[in-house]
């Protein structure tokens, strides 16, 4: 009797085991959701242009000013999940980076909006062009110094203005208008203007303790 009481007590843990360990296993499913994780473009070689030719911001009340919709927002896929978009000077598609005009080559993501600082209160993805986009004919990915692509589930209080051609938006200034506010990106504070940088975290010092 002691022998079929203890072989039942047995059975009766190792279900209980079994049981947890599909539960772990279906949390640690669907854990990697959200989780900030090594992007394929990080391995990718990226050739840098200069950005001589684009507006830079000297205070954060004109980048404020300037900029349409201020939000706190993360991408929703990884960089290199989205094709490239190549536009000519007059903003008609074209084929290929080496037919596009200098500064319309990007690649367009949907941003989750997690808040609005600026603009459209009631809003839950802004679609944004990076000024990125691979380049086929040299296995490289292309952009602009100083700017930084930004990092699937990573979040960032985002200075944006509609695009003249495209339904998305443009980061409002290369070097400060993208800023990763909970720290799972600290990469991208290397691109930033260090004055601007400053300036902006003490305005915004509330949701950068809120975000992390």
Request: proline share 3%; glycine share 4%.
């Amino acid at each position: 009797m002691k022998k079929i009481i203890t072989l039942f007590i047995i059975a009766i843990l190792c279900f209980s085991l079994a049981s947890c360990a599909k539960t772990i296993d279906s949390n640690t499913a669907t854990a990697p959701e959200n989780e900030v994780t090594t992007e394929p473009f990080e391995s990718m070689e990226i050739s840098y242009n200069q950005m001589s030719m684009f507006k830079t911001y000297d205070s954060l009340d004109e980048l404020t000013e300037r900029a349409e919709l201020i939000v706190i927002a993360s991408p929703e896929k990884t960089f290199t999940d989205e094709a490239p978009t190549f536009l000519d000077i007059n903003g008609n598609p074209v084929d290929s980076y080496e037919q596009a005009s200098n500064g319309n080559r990007f690649t367009k993501r949907q941003f989750k909006v997690y808040k609005v600082l600026k603009g459209d209160k009631n809003l839950k993805e802004v679609t944004v062009a990076e000024t990125f986009a691979y380049n086929e004919s040299t296995d490289k990915i292309v952009g602009f110094e100083g700017e930084y692509i930004a990092k699937k589930n990573a979040k960032y209080l985002l200075f944006l203005i509609p695009s003249n051609y495209t339904d998305s938006y443009y980061v409002t200034c290369y070097n400060v208008g993208k800023i990763n506010i909970d720290g799972k990106d600290p990469n991208c504070e290397q691109v930033v203007d260090n004055k601007m940088l400053n300036e902006i975290k003490k305005e915004y010092k509330n949701e950068f303790k809120e975000t992390k």
